[in-house]
């Protein structure tokens, strides 16, 4: 279910280009029957992968518009004051992301240090983490992720971080985009 407060559109579509794989999209549509809202595939979709159950794609969200929830959250004052979860699937995945704490802290960002808002989150694997669809499945333990947001009242996501099996994946905006400069993100 939608988190109290927070935006929930009606019906959005989410598109993601599968780098490993190329020619190939992941395309979701996000479709609202009533109070609830339902993932489909969307037009552009060119996974082979399997749907998973209506019950686990009822209530969910895409990982960007997750992104978008969490600074909302943090925006309204719901981080900080108790646990948040939000439902959320990948096209493959289907996961929890649970709030476990909200700090203001100190933290170096690329080449600057600047105040932030750590929001410390756990990914919690609901289903489609181990498949016999040939690929290589991220393990079905949960997993801590952190993300820095800017503490400047624009809540801009300044960094995430989050480890899968042996790898730690660490995005980190760049600078600030838009005209007439593009936007940069570093991945390490």
Not at 147 to 159: A, E, I, K, Q
Request: hydrophobic letters at 40%; a negative charge; proline letters at 9%.
């Amino acid at each position: 279910m939608p988190l109290d407060g927070l935006a929930a559109p009606t019906r959005y579509d989410a598109a993601y280009d599968l780098r490993s794989r190329k020619g190939k999209r992941i395309s979701m549509r996000f479709v609202g029957n009533g109070s609830d809202s339902v993932v489909e595939r969307g037009p552009e979709d060119s996974a082979e992968k399997y749907l998973l159950p209506i019950p686990l794609l009822t209530d969910v969200v895409d990982p960007l518009a997750a992104l978008a929830r969490m600074r909302e959250a943090l925006r309204t004052g719901l981080a900080g004051h108790g646990h948040f979860t939000i439902p959320v699937f990948d096209g493959k995945r289907r996961f929890d992301v649970q709030e476990h704490a909200v700090t203001r802290e100190i933290r170096e960002v690329g080449d600057r240090t600047l105040p932030v808002l750590h929001l410390a989150l756990m990914l919690h694997p609901i289903a489609g983490f181990r498949g016999d669809d040939g690929e290589t499945n991220p393990d079905p333990k949960p997993r801590g992720l952190d993300v820095l947001f800017s503490d400047d009242g624009n809540f801009t996501p300044l960094r995430l971080e989050v480890s899968v099996a042996w790898l730690t994946m660490v995005v980190e905006l760049a600078g600030r985009c838009g005209p007439p400069a593009p936007c940069k993100v570093v991945f390490d």
